[in-house]
Nanobody, 122 residues
Framework: QVQLVESGGGLVQAGGSLRLSCAAS????????MGWFRQAPGKEREFVAT????????YHADSVKGRFTISRDNAKNTAYLQMNSLKPEDTAVYYC???????????????WGQGTQVTVSS
């Protein structure tokens, strides 16, 4: 079992930055790929970014490429999502997830956090 707790969300103006953190506890963090997903009101959950166990591979959704960066610190059992140049359309609840491989679909991820709200005002 892996417990995931997100933090770092909040209210920010368009063009601003936030860094989300996902603290993991339980089983060995470095055994899992980590992903970030988001869900806006009335919309389906969508992929944001993922990073492999070894940090050798990272993928970002086209909608955030060049603005968001996923990273992880296996020594701290924490994954991060640095979000720059935020736009109102980035407003959503952001979830981190852990799974066996770094993929862009939600189904293979086994463990999920409760989510953290990000609101970007125009």
């Amino acid at each position: 079992q892996v417990q995931l707790v997100e933090s770092g969300g909040g209210l920010v103006q368009a063009g601003g930055s936030l860094r989300l953190s996902c603290a993991a506890s339980g089983r060995t963090f470095s055994n899992y790929a980590m992903g970030w997903f988001r869900q806006a009101p009335g919309k389906e959950r969508e992929f944001v970014a993922t990073i492999s166990l070894s940090r050798l591979s990272a993928y970002h959704a086209d909608s955030v490429k060049g603005r968001f960066t996923i990273s992880r610190d296996n020594a701290k059992n924490t994954a991060y999502l640095q979000m720059n140049s935020l736009k109102p359309e980035d407003t959503a609840v952001y979830y981190c997830a852990a799974g066996p491989t770094a993929v862009t679909t939600a189904t293979p991820y086994i463990y999920w956090g409760q989510g953290t709200q990000v609101t970007v005002s125009s």
